[in-house]
């Protein structure tokens, strides 16, 4: 093992070391709820239990079955947000005519929670995944469309100035100054909405569909099966988790390769200071 | 002539419609060569007027004239620079120092070239690979330099360039500025509230008053270079002009 390898594991090690053990003690505090019978068996099945339906829903193939549909339907409805919601928010904040006049239904509608909607997408789209899609797209577009349209805010003027006087373009201007500047704060838009997306994709799954990890837990409850019901809320908050990982991800190398990437490679010193010789005259 | 600003007014609105004439029909003629410092307080309406010189910015009555010519939009051959340096903070130095002569369109071989050339000019080799926020504001101001010089200019339009850096780091800035423009000669328009900044650099320069919006006053510096800021000619000089700027000011 080289030594930087070592250096990442040990530095791994160290900042897994505390959430670990706060995993820990949460998983000891309900086995501790349930065998002092604060909390009835009934009422909240321990951990082991909840591990083995976990290993139920795994080894019996629901689990992938249900994961899938969950997925498929969130990259849609997700998708569909972000490749509506970016452009429209770019040209939103772009032009203040097009601001004016949208921005106050924009702020009628916003508020209201996806979930409200459920009843009018079952009406439109029936029960069925296009009603679900709906739902998680209504929960990220606004979002995403607010974020884009603010994050114009971002671009300093100046920079805008001096791009024009070197005879920059709009289309220059856009490709080479506007994205570039406002590209983090899309990004945060992208994650902001993606949490809320998944939140709503099993509220829209509890109600529209027949399938998937909202669907699941509707369908472990009707069983009686509590111990499912927390195994596929806690398969939600990992994938969950890992989502917004891989946007994260996603977001970074996108940017470093488009050249948007606000991060310096590594370097000795952060400021090298004015050392050098006087050089104007050099030539 | 090289630069004129024929009877330029400009007006801005606040927010609540209020009209703010910053500029009141400013005349200034600027000759080709020229190191014209105009110095005033600050919101006296400077860097409105670099702007209008570059074209970025209209005015609302009155023309600008470079060459003869009416400036009615920006144009790579008088280039404004920045306070605030107005670099790119996702491109390294060369990349920053690149940027115009990308939007030129000039193929990169001859841009890598080009841009390396004013890199060394400006005592920046070495130190291509580094992005903004790696750097002091010193040689922020140099790369902003050597990217307005890129496209070879034929004005230089300098916003209080060195106002934001520390006074030894200006200074040296200021003798580097000097002798850039001997070996240019370029037009520079540098915009400063240091009276004694225009005085070691200029070879004119331009008191500029709030209340009227105007220049009210422009003067030759006859000091030999290089200039020294104690000296005693020097010292009469700025006192003499300050006297001038302090009137011009209606407390």
Same mark, same amino acid.
């Given at each position: 093992?080289?030594? &930087?390898?070592?250096?990442? /594991?040990?530095?791994?090690?160290?900042?897994?070391?505390?959430?670990?053990?706060? /995993?820990?003690?949460?998983?000891?505090?309900?086995?501790?709820?349930? +065998?002092?019978?604060?909390?009835?068996?009934?009422?909240?099945?321990?951990?082991?239990?909840?591990?083995?339906?976990?290993?139920?829903?795994?080894?019996?193939?629901?689990?992938?079955?249900?994961?899938?549909?969950?997925?498929?339907?969130?990259?849609?409805?997700?998708?569909?947000?972000?490749?509506?919601?970016?452009?429209?928010?770019?040209?939103?904040?772009?032009?203040?005519?097009?601001?004016?006049?949208?921005?106050?239904?924009?702020?009628?509608?916003?508020?209201?929670?996806?979930?409200?909607?459920?009843?009018?997408?079952?009406?439109?789209?029936?029960?069925?995944?296009?009603?679900?899609?709906?739902?998680?797209?209504?929960?990220?577009?606004?979002?995403?469309?607010?974020?884009?349209?603010?994050?114009?805010?971002?671009?300093?003027?100046?920079?805008?100035?001096?791009?024009?006087?070197?005879?920059?373009?709009?289309?220059?201007?856009?490709? &080479?100054?506007?994205?570039?500047?406002?590209?983090?704060?899309?990004?945060?838009?992208?994650?902001?909405?993606?949490?809320?997306?998944?939140?709503?994709?099993?509220?829209? +799954?509890?109600?529209?569909?027949?399938?998937?990890?909202? /669907?699941?837990?509707?369908?472990?409850?009707?069983?009686?099966?509590?111990?499912?019901?927390?195994?596929?809320?806690?398969?939600?908050?990992?994938?969950?988790?890992?989502?917004?990982?891989?946007?994260?991800?996603?977001?970074?190398?996108?940017?470093?390769?488009?050249? /948007?990437?606000?991060?310096?490679? +590594?370097?000795?010193?952060?400021?090298?200071?004015? &050392?050098?010789?006087?050089?104007?005259?050099? &030539? | 002539?090289?630069?004129?600003?024929?009877?330029?007014?400009?007006?801005?609105?606040?927010?609540?419609?209020?009209?703010?004439?910053?500029?009141?029909?400013?005349?200034?003629?600027?000759?080709?060569?020229?190191?014209?410092?105009?110095?005033?307080?600050?919101?006296?309406?400077?860097?409105? $007027?670099?702007?209008?010189?570059?074209?970025?910015?209209?005015?609302?009555?009155?023309?600008?004239?470079?060459?003869?010519?009416?400036?009615? !939009?920006?144009?790579?051959?008088?280039? $404004?620079?920045?306070?605030?340096?107005?670099?790119?903070?996702?491109?390294?130095?060369?990349?920053?120092?690149?940027?115009? $002569?990308?939007?030129?369109?000039?193929?990169?071989?001859?841009?890598?070239?080009?841009?390396?050339?004013?890199?060394?000019?400006?005592?920046?080799?070495?130190?291509?690979?580094?992005?903004?926020?790696?750097?002091?504001?010193?040689?922020?101001?140099?790369?902003?330099?050597?990217?307005?010089?890129?496209?070879?200019?034929?004005?230089?339009?300098?916003?209080?360039?060195?106002?934001?850096?520390?006074?030894?780091?200006?200074?040296?800035?200021?003798?580097?500025?000097? !002798?850039?423009?001997?070996?240019?000669?370029?037009?520079?328009?540098?915009?400063?509230?240091?009276?004694?900044?225009?005085?070691?650099?200029?070879?004119?320069?331009?008191?500029?008053?709030?209340?009227?919006? !105007?220049?009210?006053?422009?003067?030759?510096?006859? $000091?030999?270079?290089?200039?020294?800021?104690?000296?005693?000619?020097?010292?009469?000089?700025?006192?003499?002009?300050?006297?001038?700027?302090?009137?011009?000011?209606?407390?």
């Amino acid at each position: 093992m080289t030594a &930087k390898m070592y250096a990442h /594991f040990k530095n791994l090690s160290r900042s897994a070391y505390l959430p670990v053990l706060t /995993f820990i003690t949460f998983l000891l505090l309900w086995q501790g709820l349930v +065998e002092t019978n604060l909390f009835p068996r009934a009422y909240l099945p321990p951990p082991l239990e909840v591990a083995v339906a976990l290993l139920y829903l795994t080894g019996s193939g629901l689990l992938l079955e249900h994961i899938g549909a969950s997925l498929w339907r969130f990259i849609w409805g997700y998708g569909l947000a972000a490749a509506a919601g970016i452009p429209l928010g770019l040209l939103l904040g772009r032009t203040n005519k097009a601001r004016e006049a949208v921005g106050p239904l924009i702020q009628i509608l916003r508020p209201i929670s996806p979930i409200a909607w459920i009843p009018l997408a079952i009406l439109w789209f029936g029960t069925g995944n296009n009603a679900a899609i709906f739902i998680i797209f209504l929960a990220s577009f606004f979002i995403i469309l607010l974020s884009a349209a603010a994050s114009l805010n971002q671009v300093e003027k100046n920079l805008l100035d001096m791009a024009r006087n070197f005879g920059a373009k709009e289309k220059d201007l856009l490709l &080479k100054v506007i994205l570039p500047a406002a590209y983090p704060q899309i990004l945060l838009g992208l994650q902001v909405a993606l949490g809320a997306a998944w939140i709503h994709l099993v509220a829209g +799954e509890m109600i529209a569909v027949q399938s998937g990890l909202g /669907f699941l837990i509707i369908d472990s409850r009707n069983l009686l099966r509590y111990d499912s019901v927390i195994a596929a809320m806690l398969v939600i908050g990992l994938l969950g988790l890992f989502i917004n990982w891989f946007i994260k991800k996603a977001g970074d190398t996108a940017a470093r390769k488009w050249g /948007f990437s606000y991060a310096a490679p +590594e370097s000795e010193s952060k400021v090298a200071g004015d &050392k050098q010789s006087i050089l104007f005259g050099e &030539k | 002539m090289k630069v004129k600003l024929r009877e330029i007014s400009k007006v801005f609105y606040s927010e609540k419609s209020e009209e703010k004439e910053v500029l009141q029909r400013l005349s200034l003629d600027i000759y080709e060569g020229d190191f014209f410092c105009l110095v005033g307080t600050s919101g006296s309406g400077k860097s409105t $007027l670099l702007k209008l010189i570059a074209g970025l910015e209209r005015p609302t009555r009155g023309e600008v004239l470079i060459d003869d010519q009416l400036v009615e !939009r920006p144009s790579a051959k008088q280039v $404004l620079i920045f306070q605030d340096y107005a670099l790119l903070p996702w491109r390294n130095v060369q990349d920053n120092v690149e940027f115009g $002569l990308e939007i030129q369109k000039i193929p990169p071989a001859k841009r890598r070239a080009t841009a390396e050339k004013y890199i060394r000019l400006v005592g920046l080799n070495g130190h291509e690979g580094k992005y903004p926020r790696e750097l002091s504001g010193g040689m922020c101001q140099r790369v902003a330099v050597a990217r307005a010089l890129t496209l070879n200019p034929e004005i230089l339009l300098m916003d209080e360039p060195f106002s934001a850096l520390d006074t030894i780091t200006r200074e040296r800035l200021e003798e580097e500025m000097v !002798r850039l423009w001997e070996l240019e000669r370029k037009t520079i328009v540098f915009v400063t509230h240091d009276l004694r900044e225009a005085l070691f650099l200029g070879t004119r320069v331009g008191i500029m008053d709030s209340t009227y919006g !105007r220049v009210v006053e422009t003067e030759k510096i006859e $000091l030999p270079r290089p200039r020294r800021s104690g000296s005693a000619a020097f010292t009469a000089l700025q006192d003499r002009l300050k006297q001038k700027l302090a009137w011009g000011r209606a407390i």
